[in-house]
């Protein structure tokens, strides 16, 4: 089971960390993403992480703002979160994938319960 931690309130400009944890399997097994879902919307891919760690993949609105890195010595993987803007508020989810490469929800199966994210202008 995955479960992220680190949401809040931030202010724009301001910076988040956010952890995925698991129980029960060992995430070095599987390339990891995280995605948000803001009100109404529908859910976007943010980031992705490989196996090893070497190789990640950012959507382009977090591109240089956001970095995702894992440590799987301690079954986490983390998205530090900086330069915050009113729309990166949104509830942020972790996702386990067999493989690396695709950014698409339906290749990921394992879900974690989100954070919620809320930058204030």
């Known amino acids: 089971q995955l479960q992220a931690s680190g949401g809040g309130l931030a202010q724009a400009g301001g910076s988040l960390r956010l952890s995925c944890a698991a129980s029960?399997?060992?995430?070095?097994?599987?390339?990891m993403g995280w995605f948000r879902q803001a009100p109404g919307k529908e859910r976007i891919f943010v980031a992705l992480?490989?196996?090893?760690?070497?190789?990640?993949t950012y959507a382009d609105s977090v591109k240089g703002r956001f970095t995702i890195s894992r440590d799987n010595a301690k079954n986490t993987v983390n998205l530090q979160m900086s330069s915050l803007k009113p729309e990166d508020t949104a509830v942020y989810s972790c996702?386990?994938?067999?493989?690396?490469?695709?950014?698409?929800?339906?290749?990921?199966?394992?879900w974690g319960q989100g954070t919620q994210v809320t930058v204030s202008s």
């Open positions: 029960g399997r060992a995430l070095g097994n599987y390339a």
């Open positions: 992480i490989d196996q090893s760690g070497r190789r990640t």
């Open positions: 996702a386990a994938a067999t493989a690396y490469g695709s950014t698409w929800s339906a290749a990921f199966h394992s």
